[in-house]
């Protein structure tokens, strides 16, 4: 019954989150499938751990960084085949793409809910299992 509430209050928000990340609707849904999934057969130890949000909240930051590696491995190489077949010049810098890389700690997440997201931030500290923002 708790990981079901649990779900159901954080569904949208972790959606929300994960598709800012990953740009892509389906990977979104897919990686806070999976950190559910992983989440429920964990469930008691995640109880059990001091934050039951900042256990769930790693679990989710690491399925997204799973697709944000392979969605950038997957750039690469068809960046790369491309150059091969001639169909882009050498000359064409990685630069240009878009940034998949994360920003480090709890208090880059924190900001991306709150300024980018609109959650007000002691929601979002909360979320991610901070009973307080961090300071900048």
């Not at 429920?40 to 997204?64: E, F, G, K, V």
């Not at 491995?73 to 001639?86: F, N, S």
């Not at 064409?92 to 208090?107: E, K």
Request: proline letters at 4%; hydrophobic letters at 35%; charged letters at 30%.
């Amino acid at each position: 019954m708790e990981f079901a509430a649990f779900c159901a209050l954080y569904r949208q928000r972790y959606l929300a989150y994960a598709h800012s990340r990953l740009a892509d609707a389906r990977q979104a849904d897919t990686a806070v499938r999976l950190a559910f999934a992983e989440l429920a057969d964990q469930w008691d130890q995640a109880l059990r751990s001091p934050h039951t949000n900042a256990y769930a909240w790693r679990l989710l930051t690491r399925h997204i960084r799973t697709h944000v590696r392979a969605a950038a491995e997957r750039d690469e190489q068809q960046e790369d085949g491309e150059q091969k077949d001639g169909e882009q010049e050498s000359g064409d810098s990685r630069t240009g793409r878009r940034d998949h890389s994360f920003l480090p700690d709890h208090a880059d997440d924190a900001r991306i809910l709150h300024r980018d997201l609109g959650m007000p931030l002691l929601e979002a500290t909360e979320m991610m299992g901070h009973t307080a923002p961090r300071p900048r």
